[in-house]
């Protein structure tokens, strides 16, 4: 199965990559170094994470070619947002970010998303999205923005699957990115008897099946593992397949409710 996906602008953009959210400013740069020799090459920061400098600084050492990794990072202002690229830019030591997403909805967000067109057509951003944006405030952007977002970045696990967001997408092009894959292991996710059972099926983890469930339905996925064991096991989702019936079974798992409360 491949490992990319093709976005609406014809970015290839990897189905799995590492999240560091909550991970200490003093821990990323080791943390993102293990995931990329765990094999990952999408990392996703935010500037809310306060992180980007860490995610730079592991960038740098890795030694890995600048064009085989994949960085999102996410606005958390909508005041002076050439400014907030332009630090992003300098903690993540780089010339382009590959994803840029407005964090969640701030207001004046259609002019945050002018800013961020501007930063495309530059080429310091090579797509642009959005992140944490329902309903009317998602259309708002799409019916007057310029540029397409390619992404969007939903809480979505089992238990909040994105149907609707899904179904309105495709029409779209937009890709669907699940935040919190796991749902930061809330409702007793990694205890699940229908996951457990299935797991055992294929010989794989819970979290394997979770993530290898979004992945066969096109969704991009960013757990996240502070663990090096655990950053391994999370990629080793390439090598089996659910059955169509099994897909049923996690389909049916969905409450459509956020275990978070969004949308705010
Ligand atoms: P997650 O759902 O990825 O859960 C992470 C937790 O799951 C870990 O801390 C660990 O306790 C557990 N875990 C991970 N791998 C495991 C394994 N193999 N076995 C057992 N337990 C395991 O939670 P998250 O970090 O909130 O979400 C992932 C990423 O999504 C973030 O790091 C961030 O990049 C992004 N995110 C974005 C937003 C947004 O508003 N756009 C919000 C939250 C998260």
Redesign the pocket.
């Known amino acids: 199965m491949r490992e990319t996906v093709t976005l609406n602008n014809q970015v290839e953009m990897p189905i799995l990559g590492y999240?560091?959210?909550?991970i200490p400013t003093g821990d990323t740069r080791r943390c993102v170094l293990d995931a990329f020799q765990a094999g990952y090459r999408l990392i996703?920061?935010?500037q809310h994470y306060g992180n980007e400098a860490g995610v730079g600084e592991a960038v740098l050492a890795s030694g890995l070619p600048r064009e085989d990794i994949f960085l999102t990072t996410?606005l958390q202002s909508n005041r002076n947002v050439a400014g907030l690229i332009e630090a992003s830019l300098q903690k993540l030591r780089t010339d382009y970010i590959d994803l840029l997403?407005i964090?969640?909805v701030m207001g004046n967000d259609l002019a945050t998303y002018r800013v961020m067109e501007d930063y495309y057509k530059q080429g310091k951003v090579r797509a642009i999205g959005l992140?944490?944006f329902y309903g009317r405030d998602f259309e708002q952007i799409i019916n007057h923005c310029e540029i397409m977002p390619a992404v969007s970045?939903l809480?979505t696990?089992v238990f909040y699957q994105q149907k609707d967001a899904r179904a309105f997408y495709k029409k779209h092009g937009v890709y669907l990115e699940s935040?919190?894959?796991?749902?930061?292991?809330k409702a007793n996710i990694?205890q699940n008897p229908m996951l457990t059972s299935i797991a055992k099926n294929y010989g794989k983890?819970?979290?394997q099946i979770i993530l290898r469930f979004f992945i066969q339905n096109d969704i991009i996925v960013?757990?996240?593992?502070?663990w090096k064991e655990?950053m391994r096991?999370?990629r080793e989702v390439f090598d089996f397949s659910l059955s169509d019936e099994d897909m049923r079974n996690i389909e049916a798992m969905d409450t459509n409710k956020s275990l978070f409360g969004w949308p705010y």
Not at 19 to 22: C, D, E
């Open positions: 999240g560091v959210y909550q996703d920061t935010a996410k997403l964090h969640w992140s944490n970045q809480e696990h935040w919190s894959p796991f749902g930061e292991g990694f983890t819970i979290a960013i757990p996240k593992s502070s655990r096991e999370n």
